[in-house]
């Protein structure tokens, strides 16, 4: 048994191209995915579901449920969904053990709903009295047995990271369960999580802010989990942390920085060290490199050299006025105010962008990475991009639909796609993964308003309230499963 009916299962998806289909969803209000499937919440509150069946495109056991309405949101792990009413009721589908099932904590989530959280494969829902209800995966973080005297009230927010959960008591407590390799034993560090005012998560690893500065670690201690190299550096005066893959980065009061996890994340040169002691706003990571802004708009990185630890053919470039830094995994690209970019890195990952160097020099309001590519947005709605061909590097076959009116551009790991003021739709990249929507041009020539994605398909909302997808068949890309139940 699923959700008082949850079916379904999940996916792993092929990478052939297909007949894309325009479906009429009416009134369409958001849609949700998981890896390789999606759920449409209509403005009434019914949910339509398409894609791969395995990963909760097939939503048949509980389509009673969905037609029904009432619905106002929908949360996804990989493989499942959990859909909400506006009563605080929950019904599931998607892979059974990855949230799709509920039957074992149906009774609890009849009602009182205010918010769920997530894992890569289970749920945790927050009642509105306090308590903490979960399901899915047991070593994901399904199975809150252990705990669960600890979080029948009291609990204000949880936090999650990939199999792991510490929810965050009124009175600054934690409680933590999930894999306790990654997070979900914290017993080493019990007797310092009090007073924590927040949390933060990397994949395998936790770190919490106490109200007196100070922070206490635990999870994965190859990937953050111990901070014991610097402890003494972390005993007060920490204003914020930040996440980043396999490390955690944490600055002080000062602008000094702290920084613990894997890829050798703390050994650089003394000279790097100085200028890591103040003024330091943020850090930005490729896999192996980091990139921190100081107040003055200068930049220091540190790491790997051939993936962004080396910016010394750009040092006078980032030596004042950078605002942020984006980052794919293996280059950087520093936006400047006045709209200037300066790229490093792996050349072909995105770090050489030579080839549109005067398109880069002004003007550039916002970029977007993908796999091994960016995609800079102009103030005069045009887009620039460089980086891997494969990955949407290369747009040059609609180049001259990507020079003026470009509102948004949505990147997926190996393509892009971009909303212009008039309603239309133009993609690039690798076809497999979104980058050719020609089979349903017609359909995005006008009146979209918004666009959704998953792993390697997009869905498009039209003012009426119909969707377009296109992408991988199995993916969520294919929606002609759904004409049917859709009255087409």
Same mark, same amino acid.
């Given at each position: 048994?699923?959700?008082?009916?949850? $079916?379904?299962?999940?996916?792993?998806?092929?990478?052939?191209?297909?007949?894309?289909?325009?479906?009429?969803?009416?009134?369409?209000?958001?849609?949700?995915?998981?890896?390789?499937?999606?759920?449409?919440?209509?403005?009434?509150?019914?949910?339509?579901?398409? @894609?791969?069946?395995?990963?909760?495109?097939?939503?048949?056991?509980?389509?009673?449920?969905?037609?029904?309405?009432?619905?106002?949101?929908?949360?996804?792990?990989?493989?499942?969904?959990?859909?909400?009413?506006?009563?605080?009721?929950?019904? =599931?589908?998607?892979?059974?053990?990855?949230?799709?099932?509920?039957?074992?904590?149906?009774? /609890?989530?009849?009602?009182?709903?205010?918010?769920?959280?997530?894992?890569?494969?289970?749920?945790?829902?927050?009642?509105?009295?306090?308590?903490?209800?979960?399901?899915?995966?047991?070593?994901?973080?399904?199975?809150?047995?252990?705990?669960?005297?600890?979080?029948?009230?009291?609990?204000?927010?949880?936090?999650?990271?990939?199999?792991?959960?510490?929810?965050?008591?009124?009175?600054?407590?934690?409680?933590?369960?999930?894999?306790?390799?990654?997070?979900?034993?914290?017993?080493?560090?019990?007797?310092?999580?009090?007073?924590?005012?927040?949390?933060?998560?990397?994949?395998?690893?936790?770190?919490?802010?106490?109200?007196?500065?100070?922070?206490?670690?635990?999870?994965?201690?190859?990937?953050? @989990?111990?901070?014991?190299?610097?402890?003494?550096?972390?005993?007060?005066?920490?204003?914020?942390?930040?996440?980043?893959?396999?490390?955690?980065?944490?600055?002080?009061?000062?602008?000094?920085?702290?920084?613990?996890?894997?890829?050798?994340?703390?050994?650089?040169?003394?000279?790097?060290?100085?200028?890591?002691?103040?003024?330091?706003?943020?850090?930005?990571?490729?896999?192996?490199?980091?990139?921190?802004?100081?107040? $003055?708009?200068?930049?220091?990185?540190?790491?790997?050299?051939?993936?962004?630890?080396?910016?010394?053919?750009?040092?006078?470039?980032?030596?004042?006025?950078?605002?942020?830094?984006?980052?794919?995994?293996?280059?950087?690209?520093? /936006?400047?105010?006045?709209?200037?970019?300066?790229?490093?890195?792996?050349?072909?990952?995105?770090?050489?962008?030579?080839?549109?160097?005067?398109?880069?020099?002004?003007?550039?309001?916002?970029?977007?990475?993908?796999? @091994?590519?960016?995609?800079?947005?102009?103030?005069?709605?045009?887009?620039?991009?460089?980086?891997?061909?494969?990955?949407?590097?290369?747009?040059?076959?609609?180049?001259?639909?990507? =020079?003026?009116?470009?509102?948004?551009?949505?990147?997926?790991?190996?393509?892009?796609?971009?909303?212009?003021?008039?309603?239309?739709?133009?993609?690039?990249?690798?076809?497999?993964?979104?980058?050719?929507?020609?089979?349903?041009?017609?359909?995005?020539?006008?009146?979209?308003?918004?666009?959704?994605?998953?792993?390697?398909?997009?869905?498009?909302?039209?003012?009426?309230?119909?969707?377009?997808?296109?992408?991988?068949?199995?993916?969520?890309?294919?929606?002609?499963?759904?004409?049917?139940?859709?009255?087409?």
């Amino acid at each position: 048994m699923a959700t008082p009916g949850a $079916n379904a299962l999940k996916k792993r998806g092929s990478r052939l191209s297909f007949d894309p289909v325009l479906i009429s969803v009416a009134g369409t209000s958001s849609i949700a995915s998981t890896s390789g499937s999606f759920a449409a919440v209509k403005s009434g509150g019914s949910v339509t579901t398409w @894609g791969d069946p395995l990963s909760g495109g097939d939503s048949s056991a509980v389509m009673p449920l969905l037609l029904k309405g009432g619905f106002v949101k929908v949360y996804s792990t990989r493989k499942a969904f959990a859909a909400v009413t506006d009563a605080g009721a929950v019904t =599931c589908w998607g892979d059974l053990k990855w949230g799709g099932d509920i039957s074992a904590v149906y009774h /609890l989530l009849q009602g009182g709903v205010q918010d769920i959280f997530l894992t890569v494969s289970a749920f945790a829902a927050l009642k509105n009295n306090g308590s903490v209800v979960t399901w899915g995966s047991a070593k994901g973080g399904g199975d809150s047995s252990a705990v669960t005297q600890n979080l029948q009230s009291n609990v204000v927010l949880i936090y999650a990271n990939q199999s792991a959960f510490a929810a965050v008591k009124f009175d600054g407590t934690v409680v933590t369960w999930g894999d306790p390799d990654i997070g979900g034993d914290s017993s080493a560090v019990s007797s310092q999580l009090v007073d924590v005012k927040r949390i933060y998560s990397l994949r395998r690893a936790f770190a919490a802010l106490r109200l007196d500065g100070s922070v206490v670690t635990w999870g994965d201690a190859t990937c953050g @989990g111990d901070s014991s190299a610097v402890r003494d550096q972390l005993q007060s005066g920490v204003q914020t942390i930040i996440s980043l893959r396999k490390a955690f980065v944490a600055i002080k009061t000062d602008g000094s920085i702290v920084v613990w996890g894997g890829n050798d994340v703390s050994i650089f040169s003394q000279q790097v060290k100085e200028q890591l002691q103040h003024d330091v706003k943020h850090v930005y990571v490729t896999n192996r490199a980091f990139a921190a802004v100081k107040s $003055n708009g200068s930049v220091v990185t540190w790491g790997d050299l051939d993936t962004g630890g080396d910016s010394s053919g750009m040092r006078e470039l980032l030596e004042s006025d950078v605002e942020k830094i984006y980052s794919n995994e293996v280059a950087f690209v520093a /936006l400047k105010f006045g709209g200037k970019v300066v790229t490093w890195g792996d050349a072909k990952g995105g770090g050489d962008s030579s080839l549109v160097r005067a398109k880069l020099a002004g003007g550039v309001l916002q970029v977007f990475p993908a796999q @091994g590519a960016f995609a800079a947005l102009t103030s005069d709605g045009g887009v620039v991009t460089w980086g891997d061909s494969g990955s949407g590097g290369d747009s040059s076959e609609v180049a001259d639909r990507l =020079c003026s009116g470009v509102k948004q551009v949505y990147p997926l790991k190996r393509a892009y796609a971009a909303l212009k003021y008039d309603g239309s739709v133009v993609t690039w990249g690798d076809p497999n993964y979104g980058g050719d929507s020609s089979e349903v041009e017609k359909e995005l020539m006008a009146e979209v308003d918004k666009i959704y994605f998953n792993d390697m398909a997009f869905a498009a909302v039209k003012s009426s309230g119909s969707v377009v997808t296109w992408g991988d068949a199995e993916w969520g890309g294919d929606s002609s499963t759904v004409k049917s139940q859709l009255g087409m």
